[in-house]
């Protein structure tokens, strides 16, 4: 597959404009979150922590005035549903105590359900409806709005979990607005079309303008798929276009997200035909991932496949675009010490898995969107964070220290011989990862 070279550092790289930057928001988190560097005895890790930590709030967030958030994915000039998401889930402990923090990040859940309303088959939008983004791509809907319109099943369950996350840490439910009802109306129904993609779904999207970018095959409807009860997703968290049309990971953190809102439905206020679609529709999507998604390795024992396609083909690798098969325990869908996963995270890490590499100043998991043998940050970060052995931990934060390429922050990826040569100078979902490895690392005593 062709990697992203080029799309990956498309867009301007200057810093939102001085009207939209909260540079004097959020006090009292700024104040708590500059008490906790100042016990970072290593300068070069507090300095690293504070650039990451304040990344997406300092050259990211642009406060509109009807109160919603325009979160910038870093040095492209649109947003992404799913990395805003990810984007100030660093800030969701402060904002019990922070008035701003709340205010974020409400603005945030604001904007990505009024433009799920829009398109729930876009993965990136505009922030205003200035018609700018892929314009060339053939696709069966257009809005001005829509800068990008990958349909990747994570994009529409990255919102819900940060809805989750705001509840649960303030207590306060009142997100789930008729804004939210409406937009998890339109998630429910491409759900549910997508069980049946070639039987019900009018979604096709490719790019021919631009071929070194793959896109859909077959008129951009995609390779063929058998009926698996699963959601067929045409692209991963990375944009990169599926080989199979049932994405593992993506499918396990929809059942994640629609679990809790089961679970929750009377707090959220979703209706007794929702809360039944939706169990109708986990019920149907575990027993896929039960039927096609677990592999016996004649190496690892029962896995994890990666993508599937109901026809009985298979893709066993991993990509450090989250959620992953690494990142299971991240999103919730398993525990760090379940058998199956133990089996799937030994293959990812190792030589068997295609996209996973090691050179001279690191191993970990990279991805077909970059060069060959690029790392992501992101990759070894979630390595860490789903690490039980604090060896690993340690072995996972020194490779971030040290391939920074002397900018202080995180990349995409990075040569895994020479760190100097990366992807993305401004990559906030990565800085709000490593921001969160150096908390957790303080918290167990495994930094000073």
């Known amino acids: 597959m062709a990697f992203y070279m080029n799309e990956s550092v498309r867009g301007s790289e200057s810093s939102p404009s001085a ?18 560097a100042a016990t970072l005895g290593d300068a070069h890790v507090r300095e690293m922590f504070l650039n990451c930590f304040f990344s997406s709030l300092d050259t990211a967030a642009e406060w509109k005035s009807d109160g919603s958030v325009f979160m910038l994915t870093g040095d492209i000039p649109a947003m992404w549903l799913r990395d805003s998401a990810v984007q100030v889930t660093g800030y969701l402990p402060y904002a019990a ?14 904007r990505q359900f009024f433009y799920i309303n829009i398109d729930p088959y876009a993965n990136a939008f505009n922030e205003e409806a200035n018609g700018r983004g892929h314009k060339d ?13 990958k349909f990747e099943i994570d994009s529409l369950c990255y919102p819900l979990w940060l809805a989750q996350q705001y509840a649960e ?24 079309t997508e069980q049946d993609h070639f039987g019900r779904s009018s979604y096709r999207h490719s790019r021919p303008k631009y071929p070194q970018f793959p896109t859909l095959q077959n ?21 990169d276009v599926c080989e199979y049309g049932y994405l593992i990971p993506s499918n396990m953190f929809a059942c994640t997200v629609l679990e809790w809102l089961i679970g929750h439905a ?41 993508e599937v396609d109901g026809l009985g083909n298979r893709l066993l690798c991993d990509d450090a675009n989250v959620p992953n098969l690494l990142g299971l325990p991240y999103i919730g869908y398993c525990a760090k010490n379940d058998p199956i996963y133990r089996n799937t995270r030994a293959f990812v890490l190792s030589g068997d898995d295609p996209y996973f590499f090691s050179g001279a100043a690191a ?10 043998r690029y790392i992501w940050h992101i990759g070894i970060i979630m390595q860490l964070l789903t690490s039980t052995c604090a060896e690993e931990r340690a072995e996972c934060f020194r490779y971030l220290l040290t391939t920074d390429a002397g900018c202080g922050c995180m990349h995409e990826g990075f040569d895994c011989d020479d760190p100097a040569k990366f992807t993305r100078p401004w990559f906030c979902w990565a800085n709000t990862l490593f921001a969160r490895a150096v908390t957790e690392m303080k918290e167990r005593g495994e930094i000073q």
């Open 266 to 306: 009377e707090k959220t206020g979703i209706s007794e035909e929702a809360r039944l679609r939706t169990r109708k529709l986990c019920r149907e999507i575990e027993q896929g991932i039960a039927q096609y998604a677990v592999y016996e390795h004649p190496k690892y024992g029962k896995m994890y496949a990666y």
């Open 363 to 372: 191993r970990g998991l990279g991805s077909p969107h970059t060069p060959d």
């Open 169 to 192: 840490q303030t207590g306060d439910y009142t997100v789930y607005d008729a804004t939210f009802q409406a937009a998890y109306g339109r998630i429910l129904d491409t759900f549910e």
């Open 219 to 239: 008129e951009g409807r995609g390779t063929p798929v058998g009926y698996t009860g699963m959601i067929w997703s045409g692209y991963r968290p990375s944009d």
């Open 19 to 36: 009207e939209g930057k909260p540079m004097q928001k959020c006090g009292t988190m700024r104040r708590m979150v500059n008490d906790f």
């Open 137 to 149: 791509d053939v696709t069966d809907f257009d809005s001005p709005w829509v800068w990008e319109r």
């Open 97 to 110: 105590a922070d008035d701003d923090v709340r205010a974020l990040i409400r603005g945030v859940l604001a």
